[in-house]
């Protein structure tokens, strides 16, 4: 199947006003193969009739359409720079002053197949002295629905883990079938898994508030305007004081920003002023 110039703007405005992600066009190969999969999977002989089951969202359709075209490229122990960054001088100031009872709460958005925030709660046990004393909640948060099934799931292979020392893997992991593992139960179970979408404001808002958040590898992929709104949404969803880590290669200059820029040892990050309003 080839797309004409208008088949693929269309295709690529669908996904824009859903995801915020935008797709160049001189990814036609890319994004051809992918509607012929969804064609395929629905019985769609021809685009018109895929397109009609698009905007009827026949059986959920748009997620499926949205699954299509994430990447869920991620590995155990990520830039683990902001990890050292996260318990050498982020948690000391976030729970300075602060009530036991408050309980400290950690967003990974997006989680992909679930590496990030399940390596995210290995960290802290590690390398936290005072992770016993503190109620910590870990949320894994996804646009796709295959990728937040795999989350809950837990299972990996070799490449997930590659960044993993052995040690870490017995310690954490049970040996499965075809060279796979399976993240231990009671850790499964600290990280809560949700679907949510970065230009979704109001989705994102019914998570409440964080102290850090874990965005990393996903704002290439939009737009400024989408990004602005994406920014707005996560600087919304942090606590007055909290954290934004964003990918190495990522950063707020090429939009209006409310962030602090904060540059510590081991990371920049991006920091809510205390002060700050909505």
Do not use: K
Request: net charge neutral.
């Amino acid at each position: 199947m080839t797309l004409d110039e208008a088949d693929l703007t269309r295709i690529c405005d669908l996904l824009y006003r859903h995801t915020g992600i935008l797709v160049p066009g001189n990814r036609r190969p890319f994004i051809e193969r992918r509607v012929l999969e969804r064609m395929r999977a629905t019985g769609a002989g021809t685009l018109p009739v895929y397109l009609a089951r698009l905007r009827a969202d026949a059986e959920g359709e748009v997620q499926l359409f949205v699954n299509a075209f994430t990447v869920n490229e991620t590995y155990f122990f990520r830039e683990e720079h902001q990890l050292r960054c996260l318990t050498a001088s982020l948690l000391g100031p976030l729970t300075a002053g602060r009530s036991r009872h408050d309980p400290i709460r950690i967003w990974s958005m997006p989680c992909a197949t679930g590496e990030e925030p399940y390596s995210l709660a290995i960290w802290l046990l590690e390398h936290w002295p005072e992770v016993d004393a503190w109620e910590i909640e870990i949320v894994g948060s996804d646009i796709d629905t295959r990728a937040l099934a795999a989350a809950q799931a837990g299972s990996y292979g070799a490449r997930a883990l590659m960044r993993l020392p052995p040690a870490l893997v017995a310690r954490y992991f049970i040996p499965q079938e075809a060279g796979s593992w399976r993240i231990l139960p009671d850790l499964r179970d600290s990280v809560r898994f949700t679907r949510r979408n970065l230009v979704d404001g109001a989705g994102m808002a019914r998570e409440g508030r964080f102290d850090v958040v874990f965005c990393r590898n996903v704002l290439i992929y939009f737009d400024d305007a989408s990004r602005g709104v994406a920014a707005d949404n996560l600087f919304a969803s942090l606590r007055p004081g909290g954290f934004l880590c964003l990918g190495h290669t990522e950063s707020m200059a090429r939009i209006p920003s409310r962030f602090q820029t904060r540059r510590f040892p081991d990371a920049i990050v991006y920091q809510r002023p205390e002060d700050a309003h909505d």
